[in-house]
């Protein structure tokens, strides 16, 4: 058998990649961890102190794509705390 391991768009290597299922076998899955890995890049370069219209510039999307990601960051985190709350309590 001659396989080589070329990897992904996401990833150079099969069999180093550090997500847990392939995504080529997902469907979506690339688009959705491209989407999940730009949210991450927004986020940080929000929380770097950018405003949201330079953010929107830079990834080429719209203010309201930015206010979105930013709200359902938000509330993560909010659910975050009320589940640590809860535990702790």
Not at 12 to 38: D, I, T, Y
Not at 70 to 88: D, G, P, Q, Y
Request: glycine share 6%; charged share 30%; with cysteine.
């Amino acid at each position: 058998m001659n396989w080589k391991d070329t990897g992904c768009g996401l990833h150079s290597l099969c069999l180093e990649c550090p997500f847990p299922r392939c995504l080529e076998e997902k469907p979506r899955g690339k688009q959705q961890a491209r989407l999940k890995l730009r949210a991450l890049a927004m986020r940080n370069m929000r929380h770097s102190g950018n405003s949201v219209r330079d953010v929107a510039k830079a990834f080429g999307v719209s203010i309201r794509t930015v206010q979105r990601e930013m709200k359902r960051r938000r509330a993560l985190f909010k659910m975050a705390l009320m589940s640590v709350n809860h535990i702790t309590y």
